[in-house]
């Protein structure tokens, strides 16, 4: 006769029953508790891509302003820039006039 195959001191499963409909509750539960935390984040996330376009809208004003406010400068700083020379160009003319040059020898020494 054929022996059979295995050993005969294995420890056989015993077949346990399952309480499935307790298992179905609580795993039903824990979907639950996950899905109300995933529309809270979800609420979240929504508010915080409200508070970043205002706040990029705010961005863009502000650095609008600023371009305006540093052309504005600008503007300012060459206009006194000319004046100051245009009044340096009079005092050395004053002076020149008053050792007694010719307004002649003084564009011929200009270019």
Same mark, same amino acid.
């Not at 039903?28 to 508070?51: F, G, H, M, W, Y």
């Given at each position: 006769?054929? #022996?059979?195959?295995? &050993?005969?001191? /294995?420890? #056989?499963?015993?077949? &346990? %029953?399952? !309480?499935?409909? +307790?298992?179905?509750?609580? $795993? %039903? *539960? @824990?979907?639950? /508790?996950?899905? &109300? @935390?995933? +529309?809270?984040?979800? +609420?979240?996330? !929504? !508010?915080? $891509? *409200?508070?970043? $376009? %205002?706040?990029k809208d705010e961005l863009k004003a502000a650095t609008k302003d600023l371009t305006k406010a540093e052309a504005k400068k600008a503007a300012i700083e060459k206009k006194a820039a000319e004046e100051a020379k245009k009044g340096e160009a009079e005092d050395v003319l004053k002076k020149l006039l008053a050792n007694g040059m010719t307004a002649e020898e003084i564009l011929a020494k200009l270019q």
């Open positions: 006769m054929a #022996r059979p195959k295995g &050993s005969k001191n /294995k420890t #056989r499963a015993v077949k &346990s %029953t399952v !309480d499935y409909v +307790a298992v179905v509750v609580e $795993k %039903t *539960a @824990e979907k639950e /508790k996950i899905e &109300s @935390e995933v +529309a809270v984040l979800i +609420a979240n996330i !929504d !508010d915080l $891509k *409200a508070q970043l $376009k %205002t706040k």
